[in-house]
Nanobody
Framework: QIQVVESGGGLVQAGGSLRLSCAAS????????MGWYRQAPGKQRESVAV???????NYADSVKGRFTISRDNAKNTVYLQMNSLKPEDTAVYYC????????????????WGQGTQVTVSS
């Protein structure tokens, strides 16, 4: 019954900005990390940005310096601030959460949102 729901996608002009939001809900014991992945037409899904519960971040080289990931642990919510957008950023962006549902057994599972379309026009 874990739900991961993202929002904030849309159509923007090159050089513009968007802010994506993602909230995880349901029977959650703990969240280890949350992140953003994207998939452009005809391409493999790739990691964009990931943040751990402790605040450590990791960015794809293609977005470093332009995108910023942040997290509100109390709300189980992650954000992706996207600035200086390029047409190459056009893709469906998926939110991912690595979730622990039970105290025992000690296990972490992956959950995905439905995706939100980001389109950057030139």
């Amino acid at each position: 019954q874990i739900q991961v729901v993202e929002s904030g996608g849309g159509l923007v002009q090159a050089g513009g900005s968007l802010r994506l939001s993602c909230a995880a809900s349901g029977s959650i014991f703990s969240i280890n990390s949350m992140g953003w992945y994207r998939q452009a037409p005809g391409k493999q899904r790739e990691s964009v940005a990931v943040i751990t519960s402790g605040g450590s971040t990791n960015y794809a080289d293609s977005v470093k310096g332009r995108f910023t990931i942040s997290r509100d642990n109390a709300k189980n919510t992650v954000y992706l601030q996207m600035n200086s957008l390029k047409p190459e950023d056009t893709a469906v962006y998926y939110c991912h959460a690595n979730v622990r549902q039970r105290a025992t057994p000690y296990r972490w599972d992956d959950y995905w949102g439905q995706g939100t379309q980001v389109t950057v026009s030139s």
